[in-house]
Structure formats: C-alpha cells, structure tokens
C-alpha cells in the first residue's frame, strides 16, 4: 500500500489523483509508515477494532502474524459487525472457533481487560468458566460478562478471590451463586445487572469481600430471595441503584431492606419502583444525589413510607434532582406527616426539579422543600411546575430566596409571563442570573427586552447588575440581556 506525506499528513495513493505537491514539502511514495510504527502504537489501534478484523491483520506480513497475541483487552461480542450475518449455527461456530483461537494463541502475560457477551448463543457453563479461568490466570484486571444461562450458573472459586481484579461487570441472567470464601483484594469498580441474590448470608458475604469498592451498580437485579442485606463499604464513593424495566419484579413490593453504610459516598443515583426499601445510614460526605421514584401503578402506601426514608437518609447531599413522580409520591400523605417527614437539608445548594407538571399536592410539597432548604443558591425548575396552582409560590419568600438564592433556570417559558421573574428579583436580594430555556425559536424571545427592561429597571434602585440568558433548547444558541434593577 502507498502513501505521501503532505505536510503532517498521511495521503493514500490510489485511483484518485494525487494532491498537488510544492518543492519545499518531503514526499515519500511507496514506504509502508504504517508499518514503520512501533508495536505498542500499533496494539493501541488494534484495540479499537472488533476481534475477528483484528484476526485477519495476521495474513498481512510476516511481522503481523503474531503481533495481535500481545492485544491486552480481548473483547468478544457476538453483536458485532461480522458475527450476526448468516445461519444461527455458522455464526455460533465462528464465534467459538475466534474464541478459542484467541485465548489458544494469545500471550499468557498481558491480558488487562476480558469482555464476552453472548446474550443467545447455548454456549455451556463448563466452556464459559474454562474462558474466565484462563483469564484470571494471566491476572486480569477488567472482566465483563453478559451471558444467559438456562439453569443456575456457578462461577469457578478462583473468581471470587482473584487479587488482579479491579473491575468487575456481570449480568447472566440467573442465579448469583456465591461460595463460602469471598475476597475481591483490590476490587474498585463492580456492576451487576439482572441477576438474582440467593438470599441473605451469601448476599451479604459477598459484599463483605469486598472491601476497598469505590463505585457499585445495581441494575434490575432480583431480591425475592432476600430480606436483609446489609453493604457496609467505608471506601465507596458512588452507588447506583436502578429498576427501570421487566426484568425486575416491579410489580410487587418485597419484604426486603437494602441498607447502605458509606460514610465516605460522594455521588447516589436511585431510580425505580421502590419493590425494596434502600435503607442509607450515615452518609455524611455526599455531595450529588438523584432520585427518581417511578410508579407502576401499585399501591402507594408502602413505597410512599419508602420515599420518605430515602429522603431523609440524605439529609446531608449539596446537590439534589428529583423527579416529579418522586415529589407526587412524598405528596401522597396529609400535610401533617408531610412537615414532619421532612429533614432541613443544611447542605443543600444546588435543587433540581424534574417535573413539567405537577398535582396540587404536588406543587405543595415543592413549597416544604424550599423552606427546608434554607441555604440553596441554584435553582432549577419547569417554569409551569414552579408557578402552579393559584400563584402558591407568590405567597411564600423563604429566607434563602431572599438571602442566597444566586441563580436560576426557568424551562418551558409561557410568552409574555413576566410577572413570576418581577417576583423573583423583588425577592431574591442576592440574584445574578436567570437562564430562561425557551420552547421556541430564540427570536421570538429577543423581542420582549425592551418590555424586560421596563417591567424590571429599578426593583433595586438600580442597585444590582442582573443577567438574563435566553437559551434556545436544551443546547441550542443563546443571549444574554443585561438588566441594571
């Protein structure tokens, strides 16, 4: 194959015409650069590439036979190009055949990561862990598998006790099937998904081996083997905990706890159906916490307690977003129990409401979080979510949105609706900004600056420097109208 160097860049030579070429540059025609480069450059590209075209590049010299053994993430993946054309048997057996060729022929000392999904293919239990074996004696460091499994699946011991592992992603599909000995020595990162938990000792004995994991995912996993299970890990710093489809039982409501010990947890994401209670105990570092509660139409009693408890084991976060549905579900009790289930978030600067649009109560209990939030100074709400029901929001000034409220970001801007803004700058003593998010094409929006400036010019005796930003979209253009109030 031929190339030119033009300048600093590589030109194949083909049927095309070459580019024109000056006096001054160094031109090269018929010298293989590629090959010129050194083997770490080159095992770089070819990790980038599928595994059956990394394969063919062993036909194009002598020194390319071998070079793809020393590849250190080997990653098999029957959806990808090549494997899924044709009958279900030739694509079963050219995937194998490009398995064990791989793992045959590869170097033994440089195996850094290992992938397999093979979500419909009969691939035997005993060939699967025989891959995994192999792995983990060449001291992997990232395993993922995604595989089906008709009957439970058992892992060989040496998985649960392999010190080379620092990442750890599994979803089968089955039972989680644990043995007595758990020790994951150097594990940070594990991800399990739609997997069931045989029960209370082995669950909890798993976790238990793992104790310096910094970030844990839990997605559509099955707990109706469980009652308690308790993950207590002083070094982690992020935790997902996610049931968003029909792999889970989400349509009923276990008698099972989930508690969550991490003094040191930085960043929590729940979404789900609440079918079990995530208990958190004492996580007094966190800093981002989302919260999405969805409803499948259950009764709403028991995951209403559950929310309840989810809110008030965050007590400490700084940043928050929660979601419509969650705030409906907190609303589902009198007003009562609604001010006494709420914690003061002391920490809380930044609130973010995911909502276009909320019930009565739900607007309502928007209002107890702004007065339990004395220290927030970012808001972010729908415009329509934010100013509901009978101008609610009209009648309370919380001390922060007097004192510390800086800036806020308004969607789903009604044309003309100037009157909530007046009432943010007449209240918010210590405001900069306002991001208004308009549906619309951005020019429609321009227009109204004059009536900005008139409606809002000396609420402060000309006082304050206010900046107004109307941002087409969600990343669409944007301007900024600067008002002196």
């Known amino acids: 194959m031929n190339y030119l160097i033009q300048g600093e860049k590589i030109v194949q030579m083909g049927a095309l015409n070459p580019p024109s070429i000056s006096k001054t540059q160094k031109v090269f025609i018929g010298e ?60 079963e057996t050219s995937f194998l055949d490009s398995m064990e060729r791989v793992l045959k022929d590869h170097d033994p000392t440089c195996i850094r990561k290992f992938s397999l999904v093979a979500r419909c293919m009969g691939i035997s239990s005993s060939r699967i862990n025989s891959w995994v074996s192999l792995a983990l004696s060449r001291e992997v460091q990232e395993l993922q598998l995604d595989i089906s499994s008709e009957t439970p699946f058992v892992w060989p011991n040496s998985l649960f006790a392999a010190e080379s592992l620092r990442i750890l992603k599994l979803r089968i599909y089955s039972i989680f099937n644990v043995p007595s000995f758990v020790h994951f020595s150097n594990l940070k990162t594990l991800h399990l998904r739609e997997l069931a938990f045989p029960g209370d000792e082995s669950t909890n004995q798993f976790f238990t081996g793992c104790p310096v994991l910094q970030e844990l995912v839990l997605l ?10 308790t993950i207590s890990i002083p ?60 409803d499948c139409g259950m009764e709403k009693d028991n995951s209403t307690q559950r929310a309840f408890k989810l809110i008030n084991g965050i007590r400490n976060v700084k940043s928050l977003a929660l979601s419509g549905v969650t705030i409906e579900f907190l609303a589902d009790r009198n007003d009562l129990k609604l001010q006494a289930g709420l914690p ?21 209990m928007f209002k107890y979080f702004l007065q339990k939030s004395p ?19 009209m009648h309370v000034a919380p001390l922060y949105l007097k004192r510390f ?15 909530n803004l007046r009432y943010l700058f007449e209240n918010a003593d210590s405001m900069e900004r306002v991001t208004i998010f308009c549906p619309n094409e951005l020019e429609e929006y321009l227009e109204m600056k004059k009536e900005i400036n008139y409606q809002l ?13 109307f941002r087409e979209g969600w990343d669409g253009n944007s301007e900024v109208v600067s008002i002196i109030i």
């Open 457 to 469: 010019q000396g609420i402060g005796k000309g006082t304050r420097n206010v900046e107004i930003e």
């Open 235 to 294: 070094t982690l710093r992020e935790f997902k905990f996610l049931e968003d489809s029909y792999y889970s039982d989400y349509d009923l409501v276990l008698d099972c706890v989930v508690m969550i010990y991490a003094e040191n947890l930085v960043s929590l994401d729940v979404k789900g159906y609440l079918t079990v209670e995530v208990s958190l105990c004492n996580l007094a570092s966190l800093v981002n916490a989302r919260i999405n509660v969805l």
């Open 220 to 229: 559509n996993c099955a707990w109706k083997h469980t009652k308690r299970v």
């Open 344 to 364: 003061v978030f002391h920490n809380l600067t930044h609130l973010k409401m995911n909502a276009e649009f909320l019930c009565e109560d739900g607007s309502y």
């Open 32 to 91: 293989d650069l590629i090959g010129k480069l050194p083997d770490h450059i080159l095992l770089y590209v070819l990790s980038f590439l599928p595994i059956k075209d990394v394969l063919t590049t062993s036909v194009l010299s002598t020194r390319w036979r071998y070079l793809w053994t020393s590849i250190s993430n080997i990653d098999f993946d029957q959806y990808s190009a090549g494997y899924m054309s044709g009958m279900k048997e030739n694509i």
């Open 375 to 393: 220290n927030v100074e970012f808001l972010d709400v729908w415009q329509e979510f934010y100013f509901a029901v009978n101008d609610w929001v």
């Open 405 to 419: 409220l800086k800036t806020a970001s308004i969607k789903c801007w009604v044309d003309g609706d100037l009157k």
